[in-house]
């Protein structure tokens, strides 16, 4: 893969202080898309009648009760 020199949010050139983004602002944008679920992957819906599906997570503790 090749080294981008452009910063990947607004395509101005990288700064060093901010590597891979061209400032501060750039930085903090993509840290917010991260916290607020903006970078997703698509996928289909959920079957609730497939238990072979369900993903462990931290419900899954209540269900030994």
Known sequence: MAKTDKCPI?????????????SRGCRD???LQW???G???PAGPA??????AA?????SANDAD
């Open 10 to 22: 607004c395509g101005k050139p990288v700064s060093p202080e901010h590597t891979p983004f061209c």
């Open 29 to 31: 944008r993509d840290l």
């Open 35 to 37: 916290l607020g679920e």
């Open 39 to 41: 970078y997703r992957l």
């Open 47 to 52: 079957d609730p009648e497939d238990p072979s």
């Open 55 to 59: 993903t462990p997570g931290l419900d």
